[in-house]
Nanobody, 117 residues
């Protein structure tokens, strides 16, 4: 059984920073891809950052240059550092862990990020 637990998030002023964490535990392979998504009210879930097994990082245009994804394989944890936050970054953020052995994936519980003055 696999569990993906998120932490971080909250309320921040425009221009501020937040760091989200996502830890996978249980019988998950050591080889996995990690992704961060977000879903704003009334909008579809959006893929915003991916980090591959080899550490290659990709970002959505909406967050490139402001957000940084990173991983700690020993801890099976992925991070999302969010800088220069804007009101339009307000959303529920979700992490996704996918093992490459069979491409099975698991979702975190979601965490609210609100950017407001």
């Amino acid at each position: 059984q696999v569990h993906v637990a998120q932490s971080g998030g909250g309320l921040v002023r425009p221009g501020g920073s937040l760091k989200l964490s996502c830890k996978a535990s249980g019988t998950i392979s050591n080889i996995f891809v990690m992704r961060w998504y977000r879903q704003a009210p009334g909008k579809e879930r959006e893929l915003i950052a991916t980090i591959s097994v080899g550490g290659t990082k990709t970002y959505a245009d909406s967050v490139a240059g402001r957000f940084t994804i990173s991983r700690d394989d020993a801890e099976k944890t992925v991070y999302l550092l969010m800088n220069s936050l804007k009101p339009e970054d307000t959303a529920v953020y979700y992490c996704n862990a996918q093992q490459t052995s069979d491409w099975q994936d698991w979702w975190g519980q979601g965490t609210q990020v609100t950017v407001s003055s």
